[in-house]
């Protein structure tokens, strides 16, 4: 599991293969499967919560100089 964090970057993810789950403030928990994608807002606070071992997601982050910003450990 990756923990709550934010990026203050907006970033588009497309899942190639596999599935993962995760959690987004405000929006809940969400299961994402190999064909989907969607745009993540710039600070809207997520983790992952689980992904299939043959997870593969391609990210595309704007800015592409970011720092994430862990809010739990």
Sequence with gaps: MIVL?????HQMIYVL???MTSQFEGQ?????????????PKN?????????PDCEVLEIVMPANFKTVELEK
């Design 17 to 19: 293969k596999g599935s």
């Design 5 to 9: 964090h934010g990026t203050g970057t």
């Design 28 to 40: 809940g928990t969400h299961v994402m499967k190999a064909g989907d994608a969607w745009l993540q």
């Design 44 to 52: 809207i606070k997520h983790k992952v919560l689980d992904y299939s």
